[in-house]
């Protein structure tokens, strides 16, 4: 038996198999510029390590890469991000926000939604 997801162009797979993995390969490279790289490190920014209890997958990387692009990565850390008592006012909120600052949210909250969803 053999398991493989396929990503737009990235692709993994696992099966019990090396020689049906190694077949499957040689078969897709006849259609396909492909590499393997035997047993599965990193795949779409989240890496993947062989543990005593399984299969543990981490995202720091992806996590540190985040940081950095929106100017994050020299902040401290908190158990709470903001004070339980902060409140938004109507006057906190600019119902006109301009096109780059709509952008970096939208940019911001796709890179949370996929740091939780994609290891889960």
């Not at 090396?18 to 993995?21: F, V």
């Not at 997958?57 to 720091?60: D, L, Y």
């Given at each position: 038996?053999l398991?493989v997801v396929i990503?737009?162009?990235?692709?993994?797979m696992?099966g019990?198999s090396?020689?049906?993995?190694l077949e499957?390969?040689?078969?897709m490279?006849?259609f396909?510029e492909?590499?393997y790289?035997?047993d599965?490190?990193w795949y779409l920014g989240?890496?993947?390590?062989k543990?005593?209890?399984?299969?543990k997958?981490?995202?720091?990387a992806y996590?540190?890469?985040c940081?950095?692009?929106f100017?994050?990565?020299?902040?401290?850390s908190?158990?709470t991000p903001?004070d339980?008592?902060?409140?938004?006012?109507?006057?906190d909120?600019?119902?006109?926000?301009?096109?780059?600052?709509l952008?970096?949210?939208q940019?911001?909250?796709?890179?949370?939604?996929?740091?939780?969803?994609?290891?889960?």
């Open positions: 038996e398991i990503v737009v162009d990235d692709c993994m696992a019990d090396e020689d049906l993995r499957w390969v040689e078969f490279q006849g396909f492909l590499t790289d035997g599965l490190q989240v890496r993947y390590e543990t005593a209890r399984g299969i997958a981490s995202q720091t996590l540190e890469r940081l950095e692009r100017g994050l990565s020299k902040c401290n908190s158990p903001m339980a008592r902060f409140a938004v006012t109507p006057d909120i600019d119902e006109n926000p301009s096109p780059e600052i952008k970096l949210f940019s911001m909250i796709g890179s949370l939604i996929y740091l939780s969803i994609w290891t889960r």
